[in-house]
C-alpha cells in the first residue's frame, strides 16, 4: 500500500518518481531520472562517477558523459532542495545520496520482506506482506534500458516473487484456499514451469473440494516439465501427487498448523525413511543485524539449482561474521531443507592450529545420520561414498564452518542435487569455484549503519542516543568489524554504568587498541582471532606481512609493495595473492591492496615483535624512496620546463614506478596522493628532513592543479620545519614563497605576505630567479587581497629582472602577468600586447599550462573590449588545454569567464552549461566564495546582461 508520506518519498518499483508531501516532484528526463536512480539504489553509500555513467549509458555515452553528469547532478540537487532531509553530495570517489532509506520504495520493500520473515506470527507476516507487494506499480525502473537496470530489475523481479510465493504459503496455512485460486491460476499460466506454484495451486484446489482438478492440474505440469525442459516434476511435488490420490488427512487444514504448501512437501518421493533426522545447526545468532544483500545473494544461489548441487562459499577475514551469517541464512530458510541440517565447524583457523582431518569429519557426519561408525575400518573414500549414499534424493543442508583448504571440504560434498552446502572459510577457496562450480560470497565489514544498528541492539538505543560522540568513536574504531563490535557492546552491557566515552577512551590510543578489544576468552580476544590467520602462512608471506603494517597509506600498490619487501614483482605479487587468499589484505583495484585498520594494527605489532630494527627501518625506507623518486619524475612530466632538484640515489631494493606520459603521470599521482602525505609524515617521523622538503616540491603541481589547497599548505608547513635542518639557503627561499602562495589560494592574505616578504629578503642575496618568482607570486597575493595596483606593479619588476637571465618560459609568465593586472586597471590595450608576447613565447617553448594562461587572459581581454565570439574561441582553447592538464581549478576559472561572453551573445543554454560544471568544479575544490558567485551569475541569467 502507498500511503501519504510526509516528506520526500521516491519510487523505483514502477515509474521513476518523487514526491514531497504527496505531490509529485519533476525530476528531469528519462537519463535524469536513471542517474537519480542509480544513486537511491545505492542510498547513503558513494557511487563512482564511472559507475553512473555505465548505469546510465553504458556502451554509448555522450560524447562528454562527465560535463552532461554534472549538469544533471546539478539539475537533481535543485529539484530535490526543497526537501531537508534529502542531498547529493560529491566526494573524492563520486557521488552520494543522503536519504532515509525507508523514503525509497525499493528498500523500504526489503526492509518489509525481512520483517515478514521474521514476524511472530503469520497474521502479522501477511500484514507485512501484502505491504510489501503493495509497493510496486509496474515494472521497476519503468522505461530505463541499460545493462545494469535491466539486471536489477531482473533481481527484483526475483525478490517479489519469492515474496509472492512465501506470502501463499502463509495464506493457505490460514486456511485462505478459496480466496488464492484465481490468483494461483493466473500465475501457474503465467509460469507454467514453476513447481511451487503448481504444488501451491493444487493444495488450494484439493482444500477446496476440486480433488480431480488438482491431480488434472498435476498432470498438466508433468506434460509442461516434459516438453519443454524434458524432466519430470521434483520428488516434492510427486509426493504432494501421490498424498492427493490417496486423500491424505494431513493435507485439510484442520489437521495441522504446519499444512501450506511447504508443510505438504515434507517428504521426499525417491529416498528411504532415515533412522534421524539430524538438526544439528548451532543456535540462531542474537542480534543479528544488516547483510541484506548478502541474504538476498544467498536466497538467489539456492533457487538457481538448475538440478545441481548448491554449493555456497561464504568467505571472508577473522571477526568478519562469516558464521553469524551463515546460521542466520540457514535458520532463516530451515523450512526448505526438510530432511536434516548437518553442521561441523572444521576448526581450519583453531588455536591449536589443527584443522580437522576429513576422515574424523566425514565419520562425524555419518554418526549424526544415525550411523555407528565405531566398528567401521574403511578409508575415507568408503566413508565418503557411505555419506554421499545416505544423503542422497534428501533435501538437506550441510553447513562445513571454518574451513581451511579445498581438499579438507571436498570429500564431505554430497553427490545429490537435492543437498544445499553452505562454506564458511578465511581463504577464498577457489579449488571449489573452479572444479565444483561453487558461488563465492566475499564479505566486507558492516556498514555504518548496521554497525551502529548492532551496537544499538545489544547496548540499547537510548544509551546510544545519550552519548553520540562516543558513539562515533567507538564506531571508527571498530571498523565495521562485527567482532571487534560484539566485544565492545559485551563490555559496555556488562559494565552499564560505565559510561560509552570511557569505553571509546580504552580504544583511543592505537598502540592499545589491541589490548582493550579482548574480552577475556580466545574466541572473543581479537588479537588471538586474526593471529589464528596466520596459522597457514608460509614463512615469506607472514614477513610480508608484518612489513605491510608498516607502510604509510591507506593502501598500496604492487609496485609500492614490491619495494617495500625488496622483491622481485612477480615474487610480490604471489606473496599478496596469498595474503589475499587468506582475507589479511584486501585487493581493492587491479593491482591496489588495503588492510582493514585493525588487521594493521595487528600487523604493525607483528613487525615490532618480530622483525629487527634494521631491517624495518630500511624496508620503510625503501617504500618512502619509491615514492619520492616516482613523484619527482612524475613532476618533471607535469611540468617539464620547472626546474628540477636533485635527489640522492634511492635506497638498494628500491623500484620506482616508471611512467611514460603525463596522463599517467596525473593517474599516479591521483591514485597515490594519500600515499604520499602519509610518506611525507613518515619521513618527518624519522627526521628525514631531505626527504620532507623534496616530497613536498614534488607534490606541489599536481596539488596545484587539482586545487588541493589545504593539502598543499599541510605538506609546505612540514617542508619548512624540515628546512630549518638542511644547510642550502634557496630551500628556505623557495619553502616561504610556497607557503605564500598556499596562504593566498586559502584567502589567508596576512600569512601569504609575510611569507613571501621573508623570501624576497632571502633571494636578494643569493639568486635573481628566486627573486623574479617571489615577485610574480607577490603580485597573484595582492590581486588576491584586492589591490590590483600593487600586483601589477610587482609584475612589471618580475618582468625587468626576468629580461636579464635569459629565461623565455618565465619571461612569458611574467608578461602575461603584466598583461592580467593592466587588464584587470582597464589598459586593454597593454594588457593584450603582454598577452598576446606571452602566448607566442609559451607556444615556442612549448608549455601548454602557460599557453592557456594567456589564453585565458586574451578571453577575458576580448570580452571586455566587446569581442565576444574572439573571447570563446580563447576561453575555450584554454578549457581544452587545462582539460588535457587535468588542471581542474583552472579548468573552473576558465568555465566561469567562457559564461560571460555565451550570456553576452544571448547563448543562455551555453553560458549555464558553462556556469553549471564551473558550480560542480568549485564545490568540490571548497572554493565557497567562488561557487556562491557562479550560483549568483545562475540565477540571474535571464535578467542580468553581461
Known amino acids: 500500500m502507498r500511503g501519504l508520506v510526509v516528506g ?34 545505492d542510498a547513503n553509500r558513494v557511487v563512482p562517477v564511472e559507475q553512473l555513467i555505465d548505469r546510465v549509458w553504458a556502451d554509448h555515452p555522450p560524447l562528454r558523459a562527465r560535463e552532461t553528469l554534472y549538469g544533471y547532478l546539478y539539475r537533481l540537487r535543485r529539484a530535490l532542495s526543497a526537501a531537508d532531509d534529502v542531498k547529493i553530495s560529491s566526494t573524492p570517489g563520486g557521488y552520494v545520496l543522503s536519504v532515509d532509506v525507508m523514503a525509497v520504495d525499493l528498500h523500504r520493500f526489503r526492509h518489509l520482506v525481512t520483517q515478514a520473515r521474521t514476524a511472530s506470527s503469520d497474521e502479522q507476516s501477511l500484514v507485512l506482506f501484502d505491504q510489501a507487494l503493495g509497493l510496486s506499480s509496474g515494472d521497476a525502473f519503468a522505461n530505463l534500458d541499460s545493462p545494469w537496470v535491466n539486471a536489477m530489475r531482473d533481481v527484483l523481479e526475483k525478490q517479489r516473487f519469492a515474496a509472492i510465493l512465501e506470502r501463499t504459503d502463509l495464506a493457505l496455512r490460514s486456511g485462505r484456499h478459496s480466496e488464492l485460486l484465481s490468483e494461483l491460476f493466473a500465475r501457474v499460466a503465467a509460469h507454467p514451469l514453476d513447481e511451487r506454484s503448481a504444488g501451491q495451486l493444487m493444495l488450494a484446489l484439493y482444500r477446496s473440494g476440486r480433488r480431480t482438478v488438482a491431480l488434472d492440474q498435476y498432470q498438466q505440469v508433468r506434460q509442461h516439465l516434459a516438453e519443454e525442459v524434458g524432466v519430470d516434476p521434483g520428488p516434492a511435488l510427486q509426493v504432494l501427487h501421490q498424498r492427493i490420490l490417496r486423500n491424505d488427512p494431513m493435507l485439510d487444514t484442520a489437521s495441522t498448523v504446519d499444512s501450506d504448501i511447504g508443510g505438504a512437501l515434507r517428504y521426499t518421493a525417491q529416498a528411504a525413511p532415515m533412522a534421524v533426522v539430524p538438526r544439528q545447526l548451532p543456535i540462531a545468532p542474537a ?9 538476498a545473494q544467498l536466497d538467489k544461489i539456492a533457487l538457481k539449482a538448475g538440478g545441481a548441487t548448491v554449493i555456497s562459499v561464504i568467505s571472508g577475514g577473522g571477526g568478519v561474521g562469516k558464521t553469524w551469517l551463515a546460521l542466520n541464512w540457514a535458520h532463516r530458510n530451515v523450512d526448505r531443507f526438510p530432511d536434516g541440517q548437518l553442521y561441523v565447524d572444521l576448526r581450519g583457523f583453531a588455536p591449536s592450529g589443527q584443522p580437522l582431518s576429513p576422515e574424523v569429519a566425514v565419520r562425524g557426519l555419518l554418526n549424526a545420520l544415525g550411523v555407528d561408525t565405531r566398528s567401521i575400518s574403511a578409508d575415507l573414500d568408503a566413508l565418503a561414498g557411505l555419506y554421499r549414499s545416505l544423503v542422497a534424493g534428501r533435501r538437506m543442508l550441510i553447513l562445513l564452518d571454518n574451513a581451511r583448504e579445498t581438499s579438507q571440504v571436498v570429500p564431505l560434498l554430497p553427490g545429490s542435487p537435492t543437498c544445499t552446502v553452505l562454506v564458511t572459510s578465511r581463504r ?6 573452479t572444479a565444483y562450480s561453487a558461488q563465492l560470497l566475499e564479505l566486507d565489514v558492516l556498514t555504518e549503519t548496521d554497525a551502529r544498528d548492532l551496537l544499538a541492539r545489544d547496548i540499547g538505543a537510548e544509551r546510544l542516543a545519550a552519548e553520540p560522540d562516543a558513539v562515533n568513536e567507538l564506531l571508527d574504531y571498530c571498523g565495521g568489524l562485527a567482532l571487534a563490535l560484539g566485544i565492545v557492546a559485551a563490555r559496555a552491557t556488562i559494565q552499564p554504568d560505565v559510561p ?14 589491541l589490548d582493550a578489544l579482548n574480552g577475556g576468552e580466545l574466541a572473543v580476544n581479537l588479537r588471538a582471532v586474526l593471529s589464528w590467520s596466520q596459522h597457514s602462512l608460509t614463512h615469506q608471506a607472514t614477513e610480508v606481512f608484518a612489513l605491510l603494517g608498516l ?5 598500496i600498490r604492487l609496485a609500492a609493495a614490491a619495494s617495500l619487501t625488496a622483491l622481485p614483482a612477480p615474487q610480490t605479487l604471489s606473496v599478496l595473492r596469498e595474503l589475499e ?19 594493521r594494527l595487528h600487523a604493525h605489532e607483528q613487525a615490532h615483535n618480530n622483525l629487527p630494527e634494521a631491517t624495518r627501518t630500511t624496508a620503510l625506507h625503501r617504500l618512502v624512496d619509491y615514492y619520492l623518486h616516482t613523484a619527482c619524475a612524475a613532476d618533471r612530466l607535469l611540468a617539464p620546463h620547472r626546474s628540477p632538484i636533485r635527489l640522492d640515489p634511492h635506497t638498494p631494493g628500491t623500484h620506482p614506478h616508471p611512467l611514460p606520459d603525463r596522463p599517467a603521470a596525473m593517474a599516479w599521482f591521483d591514485s597515490e596522493h594519500a600515499n604520499l602525505l602519509a610518506a611525507q609524515h613518515a619521513a618527518a617521523t624519522q627526521q628525514w628532513h631531505h626527504t620532507v622538503w623534496q616530497m613536498a616540491w614534488a607534490l606541489n603541481t599536481f596539488q596545484y592543479r587539482q586545487g588541493l589547497l589545504h593539502d598543499q599548505l599541510v605538506v609546505w608547513q612540514a617542508a619548512l620545519d624540515a628546512a630549518v635542518h638542511l644547510p642550502d639557503p634557496t630551500t628556505h627561499t623557495s619553502t616561504h614563497r610556497y607557503l605564500g602562495i598556499a596562504h593566498a589560494d586559502l584567502r589567508r592574505h596576512e600569512e601569504a605576505i609575510e611569507h613571501l616578504h621573508q623570501a624576497l629578503a632571502l633571494a636578494e642575496h643569493h639568486h635573481p630567479t628566486h627573486q623574479v618568482l617571489t615577485h610574480l607570486t607577490l603580485s597573484w597575493a595582492w590581486k588576491q587581497r584586492g589591490d590590483d595596483q600593487r600586483a601589477l606593479d610587482h609584475a612589471r619588476l618580475a618582468l625587468e629582472l626576468v629580461r636579464t637571465l635569459d629565461q623565455p618560459v618565465q619571461e612569458a609568465r611574467a608578461l602575461n602577468a603584466v598583461g592580467w593586472y593592466a587588464a584587470q586597471l582597464g589598459d586593454y590595450d597593454t594588457a593584450r600586447s603582454h598577452c598576446q608576447a606571452a602566448l607566442t613565447l609559451y607556444h615556442h617553448h612549448h608549455d601548454p599550462d602557460g599557453e592557456a594562461t594567456a589564453l585565458d587572459s586574451l578571453g577575458y581581454i576580448e570580452h571586455h573590449t566587446g569581442y565576444h565570439h574572439r573571447a570563446i574561441g580563447h576561453y575555450q582553447q584554454a578549457l581544452n588545454l587545462y582539460r588535457d592538464l587535468g588542471h581542474t581549478p583552472r579548468m573552473a576559472d576558465t568555465l566561469t569567464g567562457l559564461g560571460h561572453p555565451h550570456a553576452a551573445l544571448g547563448h543562455h543554454d551555453h553560458a549555464r552549461a558553462a556556469w553549471e560544471h564551473a558550480l560542480d568544479l568549485y564545490q568540490k575544490q571548497l572554493r565557497t566564495t567562488d561557487a556562491e558567485r557562479v550560483r549568483q551569475h545562475l540565477t540571474t541569467l535571464d535578467t542580468r546582461s553581461f
Do not use: C, N, W
Not at 551 to 555: E, L, M, N, T, V
Not at 583 to 595: A, E, G, N, Q, V
Open 428 to 433: 577464498l577457496l577457489t579449488g571449489l569455484v
Open 500 to 513: 560509552l566515552a570511557a569505553v571509546a577512551g580504552e580504544l583511543r590510543d592505537r598502540t592499545s587498541r
Open 551 to 555: 607502510a604509510p597509506g591507506p593502501d
Open 581 to 599: 587468499h587468506a582475507h589479511l589484505i584486501h585487493r581493492h583495484s587491479t593491482d591496489r591492496y588495503r588492510m582493514h585498520d585493525l588487521i
Open 287 to 295: 542480534g543479528f543485524v544488516g547483510r541484506v544483500s548478502e541474504l
Open 8 to 41: 520526500m518519498e521516491f519510487r523505483l518499483l514502477g515509474d521513476i518518481q518523487a514526491r514531497l508531501d504527496g505531490q509529485e516532484v519533476d525530476v528531469g528526463h528519462i537519463k535524469q531520472r536513471g542517474v537519480l536512480a542509480t544513486l537511491l539504489t
